[in-house]
């Protein structure tokens, strides 16, 4: 099956991006250099393609309801202009996705943004619901007509108001608004991936050189997104969970924050029966202490050889300069606890942490 490309994939060819697959799309991983760019963002400011995220947009008179009974937050508490991070999960309450909700501020309905490859997935999943509950709603997969950036870091905040015709600065995190960028109409939210200060802005794709072209600052590859989200600790999916092939449940996520169980949602039973029993698993923060990188489906041990959980992302990281990983290790051990890394059958020390490694 052939990859599906961003609409400014020519124009990220021109500037020497390299390419990978990433949820069926042919996305930039690299412009010049992961450290450079990482970099970039950390000081100053960068800018990434992210149009490979899904967009669907549900609206009419029982759309609140719709979304409220398919995500585990409170679509009830936004207003329009919020929005909020969200998990969608099973009947047994795994996580299929996680997502943000935005409740359109010009418009009644919202948009969510599913992961890479998932807005197919998500679009049947909203509408097979719909049909079943009898739910007056529509359902629309925006994901090919809509293209997304993202800009983050500390100067990006200026770089996006000089840049629109609103007032942006006064937004708080997870608030959104119209307003044109470029002369260009787009919904633009406080939020980001990087653990920084940042801009999402969604348009149509007929603009997107437009946009793309109106910040002058460090173009970003997914290479820096993933060093810059390990950093800050956040979940990626498909590779720190999986429906299938890594079924985890929110609360070992560590996004048991996002379910509201005083509220009506596909695998709200499941969830409150998780969280009476707890978990055996959390999602935990290691450091090395010792040479070597820690990777994906490195084991976590004891410190003498018992193995008591596993990696699913590991880095040099570009900002601190310390080995870090992600993974999921046994309830029993608490962060500052010395552990063990397993690297290519040496047990290589280690401490575990809170997720999030950045000050």
Known sequence: M???TPPL???HDDAGATFTDFGGWEMPVEFDSIREEHAAVREDAGIFDVSHMGQIEVSGPDAEQLMQRLTTNDVNALDPGDAHYS????ADG??????????LPDRDGFLFVPNAGHDEQMADRWT???????LDATVENRTTEYGMVAVQGPNAPDLVADASAGDVLDLSMFETTRTEVAGVSCLVSRS???GEDGFELVYDNDHAETVWGAFDCQPCGLGARDTLRMEAGLLLSGQDFDAESNPRTPYEAGIGWTVKLDTEFVGRDALERAKEEGVDETFRGVVLLERGVPRHGYDVTDGDGTVVGELTSGTMSPTLDEPIGLGYVSADFEPGDRVGVVIRGDEKKAELRTPRFLD
Not at 87 to 90: F, N
Not at 94 to 103: A, E, Q, R
């Open 192 to 194: 980001g991936y990087t």
């Open 9 to 11: 994939r020519d124009v």
């Open 87 to 90: 998990s969608i999960v099973t």
């Open 94 to 103: 795994h996580l299929l996705d996680d997502t943000v909700v935005y409740d």
């Open 2 to 4: 052939s990859l599906r």
């Open 128 to 134: 097979t619901h719909r049909d079943d509950w009898g």
